[in-house]
């Protein structure tokens, strides 16, 4: 796959463009990069949902839908999502390319300039329709609380929430929903025009196109954005080192335990050891063949699943797992075990190398996937770097299994989370 290229559409906008003939799909997106935190986070998110009602020219979701199926059955959605510590609100669109329809339409130019206008001149003109805002205020708010449903994700979120307390990254990406539900128009259209002004703007492209043509494109579709003299920052704090363990217990009513372990790895994303700690954390638990799952799930029967996996932007390693209130402390002890063996560098051949081509091969995956792509690649702008799959994949082939326990052994258990059954208490 050809290198992905970083280039400078505006003052303080990127885009990164890659050029491939791999896909019939071209994908746009434009996401506004903003430092995550608790005060601003509802109003960021809500922001992408209110503008995607509709623009000047097309100003309710019938006339838009009808302009999108005109760009034969283009896709245009709202964007949220968490990057370490950057949040990171805009849209995401896909569309069949010109070259495979008949026309020979120039569809990159008009699904740039739909975005650009459903960003720069929504429905209302000065202001935020009233009823979009109170809608799509409701259904954020049931979106936030319908996490609760899904125990494993709201276990592993509230983990992250206790042990990141102090930090920005303990903030949702979608705010908090008594928050959301309170947002008015007036206040979300003061911070829309503000965000518009400050913010990063990350743009992506993979499609034919040249790089420099579709920065052109992108550099007419965002003509009127206004631009500050100066940007609200957004970047991420890793923090290297862990306190005293910190343990936490809640009470539900569900019939299986789920039981997280966060710990500061303190590699992130950036580090020259990231590779390793990749790799540390397949091992430990991102396989089938992993530590965790042959010997905490497998042999011991301790828990129903575990795994493991890398928060890299953060550094933080975390362990999930779904148990017996009975079998609590022997999983516990189990999971703690085996990552002692990871640090020790008690790695068989069979489990590095089966770890090494589960990691290339999901890259690989992904390397495969326009959709994949353009989140990869957003994280990379988030953080500042271009590193695409390919070349992450070849770092990781020269990781050995001594960097692998030096990685490990410089990790710190943090945060012990335990959501427990109440119909289980013994």
């Keep these: 796959m050809a290198e992905a290229v970083r280039l400078t559409v505006r003052p303080g906008v990127t885009l990164t463009a890659l050029q491939t003939e791999q896909f019939k799909t071209d994908v746009l997106s434009l996401s506004l990069l903003r430092p995550l935190s608790r005060e601003e ?28 199926e005109a760009l034969y059955g283009a896709r245009l959605e709202p964007a949220v999502r968490k990057k370490g510590e950057v949040q990171c609100v805009g849209l995401t669109a896909d569309f069949v390319d010109g070259a495979y329809l008949p026309a020979r339409p120039d569809q990159l130019r008009d699904m740039a300039a739909l975005m650009g206008e459903i960003l720069l001149d929504p429905a209302g003109g000065g202001e935020f329709l009233p009823a979009y805002v109170t809608g799509e205020r409701a259904v954020l708010a049931d979106r936030i609380r319908a996490e609760r449903n899904h125990k494993p994700t709201y276990a592993v979120r509230r983990m992250l929430a206790l042990m990141c307390a102090g930090e920005a990254y303990g903030a949702h990406e979608l705010g908090e929903a008594h928050a959301v539900e309170a947002l008015e128009p007036e206040a979300l259209w003061a911070h829309y025009r503000a965000v518009l002004a400050r913010s990063r703007v990350a743009l992506f492209y993979a499609g034919p196109r040249p790089p420099d043509e579709a920065a052109d494109i992108w550099r007419g579709a965002l003509d009127a954005l206004p631009r500050a003299a100066s940007f609200d920052r957004a970047d991420t704090r890793v923090v290297r080192t862990a306190a005293a363990r910190r ?40 396989t089938t063949t992993s530590k965790l799952f042959l010997s905490v799930r497998e042999r011991l029967s301790l828990a129903y699943y575990a795994s493991a996996w890398l928060e890299g932007h953060k550094g933080i390693l975390v362990v999930s797992s779904g148990i017996e209130a009975k079998n609590r402390a022997a999983a516990e002890a189990e ?40 989140d990869h690649f957003l994280g990379q702008a988030a953080a500042g770097r271009t590193e695409g799959p390919d070349a992450l994949a070849e770092r990781l082939r020269g990781v050995s299994r001594a960097e692998v326990a030096a990685v490990a052994a410089g990790g710190a258990w943090d945060t012990v989370y335990f959501l427990r059954g109440e119909e289980t208490h013994e």
């Design 247 to 286: 343990e936490h217990e809640e009470n539900m009513d569900i019939a299986q335990g789920t039981l997280i372990l966060g710990m500061r790895l303190g590699v992130a994303a950036g580090d020259a050891q990231y590779p390793a700690a990749l790799l540390a954390a397949a091992v430990y638990g991102g």
């Design 335 to 374: 999971i703690l075990r085996q990552w002692t063996a990871v640090a020790e560098g008690t790695i068989s051949d069979e489990e590095l190398e089966a770890a090494r081509l589960s990691l290339i091969h999901r890259l690989r995956a992904a390397a495969d996937r326009p959709d994949r792509l353009e």
């Design 41 to 68: 986070a509802g109003l960021s998110a809500l922001l992408p949902q209110v503008l995607c009602r509709g623009s000047r020219t097309y100003p309710d979701m019938t006339r838009l839908a009808a302009r999108l």
